[in-house]
């Protein structure tokens, strides 16, 4: 049952200190894990504007804590999409900026446009090219937020950065751990699987034993004006799910039509550029009926930059058992002898058994809609040890392109 609004001052200090364990436990260790007052102990947050970032940095505010809000100006849409009027990183900012100034703490805004084109969207461009599906996400978290920004914040003196993830920062016996949230239906831990152990040491996560309802309870009661405000489902430099404009913008010729082929080798029909298509889509291929026995449906299974091919097949050509990654990130040891693991290859998809052997992973079942270019991440329980981005698969003894 959730506490009444009348109560929640009280609450949410009960809230941060049982879902952020002290680094030491001992009577003075406050809810950041530090061993002296919050008034002593300064947090950067990093805020995006949105509700969950706010909360973070008005409660810790209210705790007495020396907050520091930080905004990254990241992109510009208008920019991005040579579009007048398209302004949603300007008034981000200027939503965190009335949060800050209606609560009273610091707050910051940070020219990171160069940094965001270099690290991020030119690495979705090109990955886009390559035949991959991209997770900006995980990049920004990777060399923007959790490098660059996580600098600053020391330069600033701070003792922790903190953040609105959904994710839990948990002390284990070798140190502090990543754990799923609390909320299955927000945890993050899958865009953050590129979080180093030093990095682990410095960041806070004081939602990521929270429900979404419990963080707008608190901003309907700070009177934040973000309180209403809905989570963002597009890619931030991407709105309305455009990814073809922002390919194109920065790569013209990128839509250069192809053939649709059949993976037994008949071409199909013609595609108006690779990027359009992605590992496992069913709908919108642009191949009609008549082309397989009772007409059963067509999925992408294969998408060849070099050929600029879009390989079409049944269903059951999608399975894989194998899948091969790259710039791992491990939060554990890895046995020499393999370890038992759940993983998740795709953001939304369910966790699936597997041995993990380092830079290769055997699935225990066949998966479906494995794409390289994205993440798989690796889970011990509720635990986060790590992962890697894939570049590969494997179905028995054929190796194909994710």
Not at 10 to 34: A, E, H, Q, V
Request: hydrophobic share 35%.
């Amino acid at each position: 049952m959730l506490h009444t609004y009348k109560n929640m001052k009280n609450t949410c200090i009960l809230y941060l200190n049982r879902y952020i364990p002290p680094i030491m436990n001992t009577p003075n260790t406050n809810s950041m894990g530090f061993e002296k007052d919050p008034k002593d102990t300064r947090v950067v947050v990093a805020m995006s504007g949105g509700v969950d970032s706010s909360v973070v940095a008005s409660l810790l505010h209210e705790q007495g804590y020396q907050v520091v809000g930080i905004t990254l100006q990241l992109y510009d849409h208008g920019e991005a999409l040579k579009k007048k009027g398209a302004c949603c990183a300007g008034q981000d900012i200027h939503d965190a900026k009335r949060v800050a100034e209606s609560m009273g703490f610091e707050h910051y805004v940070l020219n990171y446009q160069s940094r965001f084109q270099d690290n991020v969207i030119q690495d979705f461009v090109e990955s886009y090219l390559k035949g991959e599906t991209p997770i900006p996400c995980v990049r920004c978290n990777q060399n923007v937020k959790f490098k660059d920004l996580l600098a600053t914040a020391r330069d600033l003196g701070a003792d922790c950065m903190a953040t609105g993830h959904y994710i839990q920062r948990v002390m284990g016996p070798h140190g502090p751990e990543l754990h799923r949230a609390i909320d299955a239906h927000k945890d993050q831990s899958y865009f953050l699987f590129t979080t180093t152990p030093e990095q682990l040491n410095f960041l806070r996560f004081p939602l990521g034993g929270w429900s979404k309802d419990i963080t707008r309870q608190h901003a309907e009661r700070l009177g934040l004006i973000v309180a209403e405000k809905p989570d963002s489902m597009d890619i931030c430099f991407v709105p309305g799910g455009s990814y073809a404009k922002i390919v194109e913008k920065f790569r013209p010729g990128a839509l250069s039509a192809g053939d649709i082929v059949h993976i037994d080798g008949r071409v199909l029909g013609q595609h108006n550029g690779i990027i359009n298509y992605t590992i496992g889509q069913r709908r919108g291929i642009g191949v009609g009926g008549g082309h397989t026995e009772n007409n059963t449906p067509l999925f992408v299974v294969g998408l060849r930059p070099d050929k600029n091919q879009v390989v079409v097949g049944p269903y059951e050509a999608l399975a894989r058992d194998t899948v091969y990654l790259k710039e791992c990130n491990w939060l554990a040891d890895i046995p020499a002898e393999g370890l038992n693991v759940d993983v998740k290859l795709r953001s939304a998809q369910p966790p699936l058994p597997a041995t993990l052997w380092g830079d290769k992973v055997v699935l225990k079942q066949a998966a479906f809609g494995v794409a390289a270019g994205q993440a798989c991440v690796c889970y011990v329980g509720n635990r986060i040890i790590g992962g890697g981005w894939i570049t590969g698969t494997e179905n028995g003894q054929i190796a194909l392109a994710a």
